[in-house]
């Protein structure tokens, strides 16, 4: 199975627009980051795990050819607001299958009227079917068994997502314990780490390392990660021996 890393970066993208920051101005690309997805493909098989707003940018960088269909975490616009550009596939593959909490379904039909319309429909819209994800019932892509695992973005649900050996979990503030139960025994744990500095809903990089340290996972990578967590190359070499710093276009096979 391989992992790329579509977006590694907090929910304005690294540079921020306007910004003066350090980070912003720097010149190495480990440090220009996108909005936080993944692209999961095994034989034949190809998922993305949200579809931000740089869908298209990470599509195209990517060179993904064909998509088997979309897990969604939550409805934060970071997460879904690229939900237009499938139609590139849809042209192609037909409707995309997207997974998703119910309360997430209800939220793109809200906010992406006429993808889900069902009269008068825009000729080229993007088209989808709907995938229900609940929590403790495994659900398959492919010849996989996919495990939902609930995390808590202060308030609100998301979904992190197991694979085999790989789990990939984002915009998590607090995992209740029988949750991390579901993390055991990982080859690969990507985790978000938002910055030094505390957060009402993500995890900052100590609480990150905490988990980590926990779940104890062979090796472990960070994500959703603002310009304000600094340097790549220079936070790269505060971190523990197994723990990475992920950046957009990075590769993992597994
Ligand atoms: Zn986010």
């Given at each position: 199975?391989?992992?790329?890393?579509?977006?590694?970066?907090?929910?304005?993208?690294?540079?921020?627009?306007?910004?003066?920051?350090?980070?912003?101005?720097?010149?190495?690309?480990?440090?220009?980051?996108?909005?936080?997805?993944?692209?999961?493909?095994?034989e034949?098989?190809?998922?993305?795990?949200?579809?931000?707003?740089?869908?298209?940018?990470?599509?195209?960088?990517?060179?993904?050819?064909?998509?088997?269909?979309?897990l969604?975490?939550?409805?934060?616009?970071?997460?879904?607001?690229?939900?237009?550009?499938?139609?590139?596939?849809?042209?192609?593959?037909?409707k995309?299958?997207?997974?998703?909490?119910?309360?997430?379904?209800?939220?793109?039909?809200?906010?992406?009227?006429?993808?889900?319309?069902?009269?008068?429909?825009?000729?080229?819209?993007?088209?989808?079917?709907?995938?229900?994800?609940?929590?403790?019932?495994?659900?398959?892509?492919?010849?996989?068994?996919?495990?939902?695992?609930?995390?808590?973005?202060?308030?609100?649900?998301?979904?992190?997502?197991?694979i085999d050996?790989?789990a990939?979990?984002?915009?998590?503030?607090?995992v209740?314990e029988?949750?991390?139960?579901?993390?055991?025994?990982?080859?690969?744990?990507v985790?978000?780490?938002?910055?030094?500095?505390?957060?009402?809903?993500?995890?900052?990089?100590?609480?990150?390392?905490d988990?980590?340290?926990?779940?104890?996972?062979?090796k472990?990578?960070?994500?959703?990660v603002?310009?304000m967590?600094?340097f790549?190359?220079?936070?790269?070499?505060?971190?523990?021996?197994?723990?990475?710093?992920?950046?957009?276009?990075?590769e993992?096979?597994?």
């Open positions: 199975m391989k992992v790329y890393f579509l977006g590694t970066g907090t929910s304005q993208g690294i540079p921020v627009i306007g910004s003066d920051h350090p980070v912003c101005k720097s010149t190495d690309n480990k440090d220009k980051r996108l909005r936080v997805s993944v692209w999961i493909s095994w034949e098989h190809s998922y993305v795990i949200d579809c931000g707003p740089d869908f298209r940018q990470q599509m195209l960088a990517s060179n993904c050819q064909h998509v088997d269909g979309i969604f975490t939550h409805e934060h616009s970071d997460h879904t607001a690229g939900i237009d550009d499938i139609r590139p596939f849809n042209f192609k593959q037909g995309i299958p997207i997974y998703a909490h119910q309360r997430v379904i209800d939220n793109l039909k809200s906010r992406f009227d006429y993808v889900f319309a069902t009269v008068d429909r825009y000729p080229g819209a993007p088209s989808v079917k709907t995938i229900e994800v609940v929590n403790n019932e495994l659900f398959t892509l492919g010849d996989k068994k996919i495990i939902p695992v609930n995390v808590m973005h202060g308030d609100l649900q998301v979904f992190g997502y197991r050996d790989f990939y979990v984002t915009d998590a503030k607090t209740a029988n949750e991390i139960s579901k993390l055991k025994n990982l080859k690969v744990l985790i978000n780490a938002l910055r030094e500095e505390q957060h009402i809903s993500h995890f900052n990089l100590q609480e990150a390392l988990f980590i340290a926990l779940v104890k996972p062979e472990a990578y960070l994500t959703h603002s310009h967590l600094g790549h190359e220079e936070v790269q070499k505060r971190l523990p021996e197994n723990v990475y710093l992920a950046y957009d276009n990075l993992i096979t597994l």
